[in-house]
C-alpha cells in the first residue's frame, strides 16, 4: 500500500531537506537502528537528519526475481521523495521469465515477446527502508511488486507468495500471531576476485580459498579472514541488522553469519540484504564469495537452515504446552500439527527448498546435509530438527542450501505448516540415532531439480495453496533450468570419456 498523503509528504520534506528543522537525533545512533522499529514521522524524523547533514544522496529500490538476486534501480534521493515514494517505479516483466544469464525463456503465460515484455510496478515497502552502510551515502529500500493495471500484487513475486502465505496466519490460527523466523547462511570466501574468478571460468582449482583446512568453530583459521567479517559484522550492524555472530565451517574457506530472528517476512528481507551485503563487500575487497549448494564436489555443501515459530499478539510462543511428542516436552497440539504438515507436503514444494541444479550435489551421507525427510530432537541428521524449549521451542528444516530464495522458502514452510493445523496432520514417528543410515527414516524426496519440478507441477495441494499461475510458472522456470542443464557436455564427460571410451 501507498503512504497516506501525509506521511509521504513528511517523508519527501525529509529526504529532499525542504524542512530545515533538527531534530536532535545522534547520526551514528540512528543509523543503527532498522527503519522498521521506527513509525514513518520518526523515520522521516531521521531521514531529514540524513539529507541536512549530506549522508545520503542515492536509494537503491529494489526487488528479488526468482533465483533471489536483488534487482532494481538506483534512485536520486530528491528523486525517490518526489516521484518513487509517491507513485512506485517500474521494471519489465521479463525479470520474472529469465535464466540467470538473463535470457529471456519461451512458453510463460505472464510474460512474453508476443505479450511485449510490458512493466512490473514497484511499490516501495517503508518498511523494509534501512541504511546500506557498505556503500556510500545510500539507503536500500525494497518493493512489492503489483501488475501495472490491475494494481494486484503478482502472485509468482517471490515477496507475493510469502505476503499471501502471511494473510491465512490469522484465518488458521488466529488474530494478532506473528511467525517469527530465521535464516543461518553459510557460504565460501576465496581470495580471488569476482573478476578473477570469472576470467579462470570459475575453475574450482584455480581458486584460492581463504583458509586451507577445516575451520569448524576455529578461531585461528577465522582470525585469517576477519577482516572480512569484522567489516561485514560492523556494515550490517550500521545498517541496522543485528548481527548475531559469524564462525568458520567444516568446509576450507567455508564460514556462516547470522542474524537476529524477526518476523518472517521482515526476516527474508534481511536475508537479501546481508547476502547482497557480502557478495559486494567482498567484491571491495578484491575477494570473492558463493552461496552455491555444492561448490566442490570435494568438500562440504553450504545450507540455509530456516527456523520457524509461531507467537500471539502477546508475544506467547503457540509451539508452547502441555503435550509430549517423542521426547519434545512441553509442546502444543499446534506444534505436532504444524510439523506434521510441514514434513508431509515438502516433496511436493522441494524445489522451492532446492532450487537449482547444484542443490542436489549437496545432499551426501555424512556431509552435515540432510538426505532424510524425517524429525528429531536435537538431530543434525535429520531434515527437520527440533530445538530449544519453552519460549524458544521452534522447528528448524535443514533442507535448504545456501542457494535458496528465503521468500519462497518461507512461503512453503508456512503453507505445509498451516495446512497441517487445518487438517490436524500429525508427523510420523521421531527419528532417533544416525539417520544417513536408516533404510525407511523418511519420506522420499526428489533428487534432482527436474524430478521436484515435475511434482510440483503435478501436485493438487500446490494448485489450492498458491493457484495454478504461480503453479505453471514455477514449474515452468524450473524444467527450464533442468533442460538447459541436460543439454550441456561438462568437463566431467571430457575427462571420463575423452581418450578411454
Not at 217 to 232: C, D, G, M, N, W
Request: hydrophobic share 35%; net charge negative; proline share 4%.
Amino acid at each position: 500500500m501507498f503512504l497516506s498523503s501525509v506521511a509521504r509528504t513528511r517523508l519527501v520534506s525529509a529526504v529532499c531537506g525542504t524542512s530545515r528543522r533538527t531534530h536532535g537525533f545522534n547520526f551514528n545512533y540512528n543509523l543503527s537502528r532498522s527503519f522498521s522499529a521506527v513509525n514513518v514521522t520518526e523515520g522521516a524524523e531521521i531521514l531529514n537528519d540524513l539529507s541536512v547533514s549530506g549522508k545520503v544522496d542515492t536509494v537503491i529500490v529494489g526487488y528479488t526475481d526468482l533465483y533471489g538476486r536483488l534487482l532494481g534501480k538506483r534512485y536520486d534521493a530528491d528523486c525517490f521523495a518526489n516521484e518513487c515514494l509517491k507513485n512506485g517505479t517500474h521494471a519489465c516483466t521479463y525479470t520474472f521469465a529469465v535464466d540467470m544469464p538473463m535470457n529471456p525463456l519461451e512458453g510463460f503465460d505472464f510474460a512474453s515477446w508476443d505479450k511485449g515484455f510490458g512493466d512490473l510496478h514497484l511499490v516501495p515497502d517503508t518498511n523494509s527502508l534501512r541504511r546500506a552502510a557498505w556503500l556510500d551515502r545510500t539507503l536500500l529500500i525494497l518493493c512489492d511488486v503489483y501488475d501495472s493495471t490491475t494494481h494486484d500484487l503478482i502472485p509468482i513475486a517471490p515477496r507475493s507468495l510469502l505476503r499471501n502465505m502471511l494473510s491465512q496466519v490469522e484465518e488458521v490460527i488466529g488474530g494478532g500471531c506473528k511467525v517469527k523466523s530465521a535464516s543461518e547462511l553459510e557460504y565460501y570466501l576465496y581470495n580471488t576476485s569476482f573478476r578473477e574468478a570469472n576470467e579462470k571460468g570459475y575453475r574450482y582449482s584455480e581458486l584460492e580459498p581463504a583458509g586451507w583446512y577445516s575451520e569448524d568453530y576455529h578461531i585461528l583459521q577465522a582470525s585469517r579472514t576477519e577482516p572480512f567479517h569484522q567489516k561485514v559484522r560492523n556494515m550490517l550492524k550500521a545498517s541496522g541488522l543485528p548481527v548475531e555472530n559469524s564462525k568458520g565451517e567444516t568446509g576450507i574457506g567455508q564460514h556462516e553469519l547470522n542474524v537476529a530472528y524477526n518476523d518472517v517476512l521482515l526476516m527474508a528481507d534481511r536475508h537479501v540484504t546481508f547476502k547482497q551485503c557480502m557478495k559486494e563487500v567482498a567484491d571491495q575487497m578484491g575477494m570473492s564469495i558463493t552461496f552455491m549448494a555444492k561448490p566442490t564436489h570435494e568438500d562440504a555443501g553450504s545450507s540455509c537452515h530456516i527456523h520457524l515459530s509461531i507467537q500471539d499478539k502477546y508475544g506467547k510462543n503457540l509451539f508452547q504446552g502441555d503435550e509430549t511428542l517423542g521426547t519434545v516436552k512441553g509442546c502444543s497440539k499446534l506444534f505436532i500439527n504444524f510439523l506434521g504438515g510441514w514434513i508431509k507436503h515438502t516433496p511436493e514444494l522441494y524445489c522451492l527448498y532446492a532450487p537449482t541444479i547444484n542443490s542436489y550435489k549437496r545432499f551426501q551421507a555424512g556431509s552435515w546435509a540432510p538426505t532424510a525427510c524425517a524429525w528429531g530432537d536435537d538431530n543434525r541428521t535429520t531434515g527437520f530438527r527440533i530445538v530449544g524449549s519453552g519460549p524458544s521451542l521452534r522447528i528448524e528444516c535443514r533442507l535448504p542450501g545456501a542457494d535458496v530464495n528465503p521468500y519462497l522458502a518461507f512461503a512453503a514452510g508456512l503453507a505445509s505448516g498451516l495446512d497441517g493445523v487445518k487438517k490436524g496432520i500429525d508427523p510420523p514417528p521421531m527419528f532417533s540415532g544416525n539417520a544417513y543410515a536408516a533404510d525407511d527414516a523418511a519420506v522420499n524426496l526428489p533428487t534432482s531439480l527436474g524430478e521436484a519440478a515435475e511434482m510440483f507441477g503435478k501436485s493438487e495441494f500446490v494448485r489450492e495453496t498458491f493457484g495454478e499461475k504461480v503453479q505453471q510458472h514455477y514449474h515452468r522456470f524450473y524444467m527450464l533450468e533442468q533442460q538447459a542443464y541436460d543439454a550441456v557436455v561438462t568437463d566431467w564427460e571430457r575427462q571420463r570419456y575423452f581418450e578411454q571410451i
